[in-house]
């Protein structure tokens, strides 16, 4: 079965190809694959709504079966009126897109603003599939609990720039630093939710 995964950034797609490796009789296929350039907006509040809208939209375009996910972050340390939400690489007053650099450079600000211990980071992902043939729509909800590192990385996830700063629950050092096999192990119990939603569907 081929699925479009409706992301531009690089990182989250070897992400997800890497998490669903396993499912042998499904095709992953990307936007660079079928030569869609089209960057579709994210125009909702919340990461449900829109993951709808983009797995919608790009189904619409490519006439496959799409996946896209959207994410949500919030911390125990900003107030209420500061936290990230669905503005996680539009995270600055213009509200514009960002690249790796500056989302490091915006969250060592912070940082050093809000100093302390067991700084969390909570995300909200949502998975959402769409077929345009059938216009079957199916969601799924998935939590990631992550720590602010005390120093960051000079390492760099092209399209994860957080990977560089961000300590997975139960860890001692960044993504980043970390090989593929632990990156697996924890996507694959963070994402399960993911996992199970594809195989309700293949």
Same mark, same amino acid.
């Given at each position: 079965?081929?699925?479009?995964?409706a992301?531009?950034? $690089?990182?989250?797609?070897?992400?997800?190809?890497?998490?669903?490796?396993?499912?042998?009789?499904?095709?992953?296929?990307?936007?660079?694959?079928?030569?869609?350039?089209?960057?579709?907006?994210?125009?909702?509040?919340s990461?449900?709504?829109?993951?709808?809208?983009?797995?919608r #939209?790009?189904?619409?375009?490519?006439?496959?079966?799409?996946i896209? &996910?959207?994410?949500a972050?919030?911390?125990n340390?900003? $107030?209420?009126?500061?936290?990230?939400? &669905?503005? &996680?690489?539009?995270?600055?007053?213009?509200?514009? #897109?960002?690249?790796?650099?500056?989302?490091?450079?915006?969250?060592?600000?912070?940082?050093?603003l809000y $100093?302390g211990?067991?700084?969390?980071?909570?995300?909200?992902?949502?998975?959402?599939?769409?077929d345009?043939?059938?216009n079957?729509?199916?969601?799924?909800?998935?939590?990631?609990?992550?720590?602010?590192?005390?120093?960051f990385?000079?390492?760099?996830?092209p399209?994860?720039?957080?990977?560089?700063?961000? &300590?997975p629950?139960?860890?001692?050092? $960044?993504?980043?630093?970390?090989?593929?096999?632990?990156?697996?192990?924890?996507?694959?119990?963070?994402? #399960?939710?993911?996992?199970?939603?594809l195989?309700?569907?293949?």
């Amino acid at each position: 079965m081929k699925i479009l995964i409706a992301t531009h950034n $690089p990182g989250k797609l070897k992400r997800y190809q890497n998490l669903f490796a396993d499912f042998t009789d499904l095709e992953l296929i990307s936007l660079r694959d079928l030569n869609i350039t089209t960057k579709i907006d994210e125009p909702h509040n919340s990461p449900e709504e829109n993951s709808i809208f983009k797995a919608r #939209e790009y189904s619409k375009i490519s006439l496959l079966p799409t996946i896209a &996910v959207d994410e949500a972050l919030t911390t125990n340390f900003l $107030p209420e009126n500061e936290q990230p939400g &669905v503005f &996680v690489r539009r995270f600055n007053k213009e509200k514009r #897109e960002l690249n790796d650099l500056e989302v490091i450079e915006i969250w060592k600000k912070i940082s050093q603003l809000y $100093p302390g211990k067991n700084r969390r980071f909570v995300w909200d992902f949502r998975m959402s599939y769409f077929d345009i043939q059938s216009n079957f729509l199916k969601t799924a909800k998935a939590i990631q609990n992550d720590f602010l590192a005390d120093e960051f990385s000079n390492k760099i996830n092209p399209g994860y720039p957080m990977s560089s700063f961000l &300590v997975p629950e139960g860890y001692s050092k $960044p993504y980043v630093e970390l090989d593929s096999q632990e990156l697996l192990k924890i996507d694959k119990k963070n994402l #399960e939710p993911f996992s199970l939603l594809l195989k309700s569907i293949l």
